[in-house]
């Protein structure tokens, strides 16, 4: 599966990063990079259970592709939510169910930084990926 131009130009950051600092600092920026979510999408049905962390998601479909919008309380959790969502913008539903979003993160370096809690997070985002996409 090829990768969107946002997703190669993040990919292409990472694999020039040398250690784990500089991959959190591009990690911190990207979710400041984030588009914000308003109130109103901060809402209960938005929000992804399964996380430590408070994180929303909001998912809309167009000509069949999907567009996420995502956000968190948790700095280092918006950074990966922002490389999940460059990775899986504009998919269609096939598209996303085949991705494989932990060779994602091996190929972004970021695999070994990923604690439980933060892995199962992520995990919690891609289950109500699926449901939000099964669900249209």
Do not use: Y
Not at 59 to 87: N, T
Not at 96 to 117: I, K, M, N, Y
Request: net charge neutral; aromatic share 6%; glycine share 6%.
């Amino acid at each position: 599966m090829s990768l969107s131009l946002l997703a190669q130009e993040a990919l292409e950051h990472f694999e020039q990063a040398r250690g784990w600092e500089q991959r959190a600092r591009l990690l911190m920026q990207m979710g400041d990079r984030l588009e914000p979510l308003s109130d109103a999408e901060k809402s209960e049905s938005n929000r992804v259970h399964g996380c430590e962390s408070l994180v929303w998601l909001v998912a809309e479909q167009r000509e069949g592709q999907w567009r996420f919008k995502a956000g968190s309380d948790a700095r280092l959790l918006r950074g990966l939510l922002a490389l999940l969502l460059v990775r899986v913008q504009g998919l269609d539903s096939k598209q996303l169910a085949q991705l494989d979003v932990r060779e994602w993160f091996t190929r972004l370096g970021l695999e070994r930084q990923l604690s439980p809690s933060r892995s199962n997070g992520l995990h919690a985002v891609l289950q109500r990926m699926a449901e939000l996409v099964s669900v249209s």
